[in-house]
């Protein structure tokens, strides 16, 4: 395939959910051929198409059979900008939690209605995604009411007044006999 072939197919089967930049697809086409991974084929004029070689037939079967590793988490931005937020003075932690919360409950019912189109059989790979972004936007909101609860036990919302408390009027009178 060529590369535009290749982001296309990708797309393709991911839905468009993260698009590929076709810079980025050649990029890592030259570092696959450099490797041993890929090959250019003859092209026609200035395209030329790749195929796969038994190295790297080995090396996607090997990806294929290999679990996902857990231990090195990308960078979470939503948990990032929670873990701060509780940190920083001033700012309303509940209300990054919900209006986050609502975000995520509108990407859920979007999720949801494209789910409820008429797909084709040849769209399973694409119902595979979308089936992930509905388990982890619902994670996401499970995760979203355990934080709310957790920061309003450990910081109540509203705080009682350090001042003094106003005299009591019948002992105030009791003193002015």
Same mark, same amino acid.
């Given at each position: ?8 197919? =990708?797309?393709? +089967? ?15 086409? +030259? ?5 041993? =991974?890929?090959?250019?084929? &003859? ?14 037939? %080995? ?14 988490? &990308? ?7 929670? %873990? ?31 789910? %409820? ?17 509905? =388990?982890? %936007? ?7 009411? !355990? ?10 919302? !509203?705080?009682? &007044? ?12 009791? !003193? +002015?006999?």
């Amino acid at each position: 395939m060529y590369g535009y072939q290749l982001r296309s197919a =990708f797309e393709e +089967s991911t839905g468009g959910t993260w698009p590929l930049n076709i810079g980025q697809v050649y990029t890592t086409l +030259s570092r696959l051929e450099r490797d041993g =991974f890929a090959r250019a084929l &003859p092209g026609q004029d200035s395209q030329r198409p790749y195929e796969i070689t038994e190295a790297g037939l %080995a090396d996607l079967e090997k990806w294929f059979t290999t679990p996902v590793s857990r231990t090195e988490r &990308p960078r979470d931005e939503l948990t990032i900008k929670l %873990a701060l937020a509780v940190t920083t003075p001033g700012v309303n932690v509940t209300d990054v939690v919900q209006r986050q919360r609502s975000a995520t409950m509108r990407a859920l019912q979007e999720f949801t209605r494209m789910k %409820a189109r008429e797909h084709g059989p040849g769209d399973l790979s694409w119902r595979l995604v979308l089936d992930a972004m509905v =388990f982890q %936007a619902e994670a996401e909101i499970r995760w979203l009411d !355990h934080c709310e609860a957790t920061v309003l036990r450990h910081r109540p919302a !509203h705080p009682t &007044p350090t001042s003094p408390a106003a005299p009591d009027p019948s002992t105030q009178e009791a !003193h +002015s006999r």
